[in-house]
């Protein structure tokens, strides 16, 4: 659950919210842009209340957002993909004020210590179907994320 005590100890000592570690990580954001053919995607930290992104691509400032206003909320809450072709008709991103500029959204889970601390995301402007092997992809890319994670001297 996103609140659950054990799952906030771990996105804490992750170091998934330190800059050193978004240093580290600033490659993998780009090839999950690049590996998809995304127009941006995100390395993202969720703690019970916020979703902060990490690291972007394109490179520049990401605000941090309530969590509930973004699909790694889902990402935390369901510990799997959430896979949105037309974020205009679904059910989770139909409402969320990205919206009108991004139309499509494949996030999949970022693994600490068996918790879900974050999520890797891609968004297109376009509405499309986002095929199997983008999905497996990406799954790659989280994997490297938390095996970064995993290297990195833990943290209390």
């Given at each position: 659950?996103?609140?659950?005590a054990?799952r906030?100890?771990?996105?804490r000592?992750?170091?998934l919210?330190d800059k050193?570690?978004a240093?580290r990580?600033d490659?993998?954001?780009?090839?999950?842009?690049?590996l998809?053919l995304?127009?941006v995607?995100?390395i993202?930290?969720?703690?019970?209340?916020t979703t902060?992104?990490?690291?972007?691509?394109?490179?520049?400032?990401?605000?941090?957002?309530?969590?509930?206003l973004?699909g790694?909320w889902?990402?935390?809450r369901l510990?799997?993909?959430?896979?949105v072709?037309?974020a205009?008709?679904h059910?989770?991103?139909?409402?969320?004020?990205?919206?009108p500029?991004?139309?499509s959204?494949?996030?999949?889970p970022?693994f600490?210590?068996?918790?879900v601390?974050?999520s890797?995301?891609v968004?297109?402007?376009?509405?499309?179907t986002?095929?199997?092997?983008e999905?497996?992809?990406?799954?790659g890319?989280?994997r490297?994320v938390?095996?970064?994670?995993?290297?990195?001297p833990?943290?209390?």
């Amino acid at each position: 659950m996103i609140d659950d005590a054990e799952r906030l100890q771990a996105l804490r000592a992750s170091g998934l919210l330190d800059k050193d570690t978004a240093a580290r990580l600033d490659h993998l954001a780009f090839a999950a842009a690049r590996l998809v053919l995304a127009d941006v995607a995100q390395i993202n930290a969720v703690d019970h209340e916020t979703t902060y992104t990490v690291v972007g691509w394109p490179p520049g400032v990401w605000p941090d957002k309530p969590a509930r206003l973004t699909g790694c909320w889902e990402i935390i809450r369901l510990g799997r993909p959430l896979i949105v072709n037309d974020a205009n008709t679904h059910p989770i991103t139909c409402n969320l004020p990205w919206v009108p500029i991004m139309q499509s959204y494949l996030g999949v889970p970022v693994f600490f210590d068996t918790h879900v601390v974050g999520s890797v995301c891609v968004l297109s402007a376009e509405p499309r179907t986002w095929k199997s092997m983008e999905i497996c992809a990406l799954e790659g890319v989280a994997r490297l994320v938390g095996m970064s994670l995993e290297d990195a001297p833990l943290r209390s």
